[in-house]
């Protein structure tokens, strides 16, 4: 669970994120994957992994809660937390940190989770430094 210094939304990201993980489909990896999404709103969207037979069908839990957030008309992250089984923090895949980038800014909060709590917390830039976005299209996301 997270520490007396954490902000006050990471519980609620944590429990969200554990709950979703519980609902992984990942009969191929047997590796669940559990993510939350804390909206500009406050707003957390859960999603988790769903495997196919097909890999490249499969969806990670990070597509999933964005678009729980976005289906429910919002936009902005302002911080998700990824969530797996094992002792260390799980990170965002790369197309995962490509994702969080279209709906996030460069000190957005992203929290590395695993069984002993929400880790470390990286910001959008440490995790995806010189990345192409919206602003290098040379405006921003509609």
Not at 6 to 20: G, M, N, V, W
Not at 36 to 57: D, L, M, T
Not at 92 to 113: D, K, M, N
């Amino acid at each position: 669970m997270p520490n007396a210094g954490a902000p006050t939304y990471l519980s609620a990201l944590f429990e969200a994120a554990l709950k979703a993980r519980a609902h992984a489909h990942a009969p191929y990896s047997r590796f669940p994957v559990g993510a939350a999404v804390r909206s500009a709103s406050g707003a957390i969207y859960g999603g988790c992994n769903v495997e196919n037979a097909a890999y490249p069908s499969g969806i990670c839990a990070e597509t999933a809660a964005i678009a729980a957030m976005v289906c429910a008309g919002e936009r902005e992250i302002a911080a998700i937390l990824v969530l797996g089984e094992g002792e260390e923090p799980l990170t965002p895949c790369g197309a995962c940190r490509q994702r969080i980038l279209e709906f996030s800014g460069p000190q957005t909060r992203i929290y590395c989770g695993g069984a002993s709590g929400p880790g470390e917390a990286l910001t959008m830039a440490e995790l995806l430094p010189h990345a192409f976005g919206p602003g290098r299209l040379g405006r921003t996301a509609p």
